[in-house]
């Protein structure tokens, strides 16, 4: 299991830290494309700085970066991805196959990017982007260990067996990836039927697909306080509220591995303990279906929507 408690630490840096990537779109490209949307500055300090509606304390109001700091964040490329299979619907012989395959680059800031020309090229590079994972760990289970895990978690696949949250992807030649924590991760439903909608709100088992494995990890571990210690600096550091007196989240800091674990797995799928709220009251994973017409963007109001860009 130690290979999930290595997602868990890095899905959270993940959420952390990276979602708040660059993009570029050169004006050349933008006046020679009669189709390209009138995009506003992403990162305008000004228009930030009101994004979000300031705490009752507002000492512990979140402060942006600065638009140098913004723009000067690497773009991260992305590369093909390849569907991801349910190990009983798997074709033959398929992640071999996969491992032969050469990295392909779908966009980046240099000569890779799809075409921007009509309305419907915009919608197909969204999708990409949608689509477009973020968190890559190395696939070495096999197809029992998978099994093992589906059956543990509840992790959904589709009617064709493909997952709707997870990709392989190739990013070295003979390095077979699992790709997660894109947009479509949290925002896919399985209905039913095993259909899926892409935008709704998302039921992937979220919290137990991260969190499977932590105390056995952490009784595997050879420092075991280390282990501890660095698991519970990591729910401090996503989910602490210290001007709150006093924080409810202070416990998750005296937990052992196993009651973290625990926390995690008693929350139901379409909830989610993202960064800045907690396992103790996670929110709701919103739909994006119709969010053009939303003023704000959470149930809370604390986040202004205002264009597209903020």
Same mark, same amino acid.
């Given at each position: 299991?130690?290979?999930?408690?290595?997602?868990?630490?890095?899905?959270?840096?993940?959420?952390?830290?990276?979602?708040?990537?660059?993009?570029?779109?050169?004006?050349?490209?933008?006046?020679? @494309?009669?189709?390209?949307?009138?995009?506003?500055?992403?990162?305008?300090?000004?228009?930030?700085?009101?994004?979000?509606?300031?705490?009752?304390?507002?000492?512990?109001?979140?402060?942006?970066?600065?638009?140098?700091?913004?723009?000067?964040?690497?773009?991260?490329?992305?590369?093909?991805?390849?569907?991801?299979?349910?190990?009983?619907?798997?074709?033959?012989?398929?992640?071999?196959?996969?491992?032969?395959?050469?990295?392909?680059?779908?966009?980046?800031?240099?000569?890779?990017?799809?075409?921007?020309?009509?309305?419907?090229?915009?919608?197909?590079?969204?999708?990409?982007?949608?689509?477009?994972?973020?968190?890559?760990?190395?696939?070495?289970?096999?197809?029992?260990?998978?099994?093992?895990?589906?059956?543990?978690?509840?992790?959904?696949?589709?009617?064709?067996?493909?997952?709707?949250?997870?990709?392989?992807?190739?990013?070295?030649?003979?390095?077979?990836?699992?790709?997660?924590?894109?947009?479509?991760?949290?925002?896919?439903?399985?209905?039913?039927?095993?259909?899926?909608?892409?935008?709704?709100?998302?039921?992937?088992?979220?919290?137990?697909?991260?969190?499977?494995?932590?105390?056995?990890?952490?009784? @595997?571990?050879?420092?075991?306080?280390?282990?501890?210690?660095?698991?519970?600096?990591?729910?401090?550091?996503?989910?602490?509220?210290?001007?709150?007196?006093?924080?409810? @989240?202070?416990?998750?800091?005296?937990?052992?591995?196993?009651?973290?674990?625990?926390?995690?797995?008693?929350?139901?799928?379409?909830?989610?303990?993202?960064?800045?709220?907690?396992?103790?009251?996670?929110?709701?994973?919103?739909?994006?279906?119709?969010?053009?017409?939303?003023?704000?963007?959470?149930?809370?109001?604390?986040?202004?929507?205002? @264009?597209?860009?903020?």
């Amino acid at each position: 299991m130690q290979y999930l408690q290595t997602k868990s630490i890095a899905r959270l840096l993940f959420l952390l830290l990276s979602f708040g990537t660059a993009t570029h779109y050169s004006e050349e490209q933008k006046q020679s @494309n009669s189709a390209a949307p009138d995009i506003p500055k992403t990162w305008d300090a000004a228009a930030v700085g009101t994004l979000e509606v300031p705490l009752a304390e507002s000492s512990a109001s979140p402060i942006p970066v600065s638009p140098d700091f913004y723009y000067a964040i690497p773009v991260r490329p992305i590369y093909k991805s390849y569907p991801k299979y349910h190990p009983d619907k798997e074709p033959p012989g398929y992640r071999d196959w996969l491992r032969q395959q050469e990295p392909v680059v779908l966009w980046d800031h240099g000569a890779h990017r799809p075409k921007l020309v009509t309305e419907e090229d915009w919608i197909r590079a969204g999708e990409i982007v949608f689509n477009a994972p973020i968190l890559f760990s190395r696939q070495t289970h096999t197809a029992e260990e998978m099994r093992t895990f589906i059956a543990k978690t509840g992790d959904l696949y589709d009617q064709s067996g493909v997952s709707p949250f997870a990709t392989y992807v190739i990013r070295e030649r003979g390095k077979l990836e699992v790709g997660e924590v894109s947009c479509a991760e949290c925002h896919s439903r399985v209905m039913p039927d095993s259909t899926v909608i892409r935008g709704a709100q998302g039921n992937r088992p979220v919290e137990q697909v991260a969190y499977l494995g932590l105390a056995e990890d952490a009784a @595997n571990a050879q420092d075991k306080q280390k282990f501890l210690a660095e698991i519970r600096r990591g729910q401090l550091g996503a989910f602490a509220a210290p001007w709150l007196r006093p924080d409810p @989240n202070d416990q998750l800091g005296q937990s052992s591995a196993a009651e973290i674990e625990a926390i995690h797995f008693a929350i139901p799928a379409s909830v989610f303990a993202r960064q800045g709220t907690s396992p103790l009251s996670p929110a709701k994973i919103p739909d994006l279906i119709g969010i053009k017409e939303r003023r704000y963007l959470d149930a809370t109001g604390l986040i202004r929507h205002r @264009n597209i860009a903020i």
